[in-house]
């Protein structure tokens, strides 16, 4: 039982400059303004912490990288950057998912919501405006989630298992398991690029 419950947080994960650059911005533009707005507003456990765990989470997928080991192509000459196994505490990620059902309820809420401690207010008047800044920053959020807890499947399992049966080494992929990654890869772009509702990205 405690081998399942550790392999639910094992996660094939792609540690690249697109990945990178959407947790910049929920670090710098959303998340620490969030924790900062929050506190002056009284403490708000979820938001303080989101900053932690998702600083935690980048720290775990920083350390991946540099682990290895490197995923390659069949011709042994490209790199699959940053394609690594990550084990991340499920704790955190259901952290990360309950912040973002909380700053999407923020955005549809009505203005005559009650605000005892005064939070939506601050967060509201500062992080998340203008709307459409707002939408874009939490839309960031959920991208980085769904690229960090991709749902599993065949290409997924595919890969996971060469990287694994590799213990530890570097890995020169199959052409079938190339192929593998070129469907992957399409994937991971349109979840970065496509425009579409929030739950969209949540798969």
Known sequence: MEQQEKRTSVRLV??????DAQCDRVEEDLLAPLAESAGEAGEHALFADG???FRRVRETLAEAVARGPKVWTP???WE???LRIVELPTDDTDLLYALL???SGLLVAPPDLPDPSGVVAVVRGTVLTPEKTAVGLVGA????LS?????????????FAAIEAAGGEDVRLTYGQDEAWQR????LTMLLTESAPLHRFLY
Do not use: K, Q, S
């Not at 690229?147 to 890969?159: G, K, M, N, S």
């Not at 992957?184 to 994937?187: D, K, P, V, Y």
């Open 14 to 19: 792609v540690v690249d400059p697109d990945l």
């Open 51 to 53: 900053l932690v765990v």
């Open 75 to 77: 011709n042994g000459r």
């Open 80 to 82: 699959h950057e940053g």
């Open 101 to 103: 059902r909380e700053l």
């Open 141 to 144: 959020l959920a991208r980085v």
């Open 147 to 159: 690229l960090v807890d991709l749902t599993p499947d065949a290409d997924t399992a595919i890969l």
């Open 184 to 187: 992957l890869a399409h994937r």
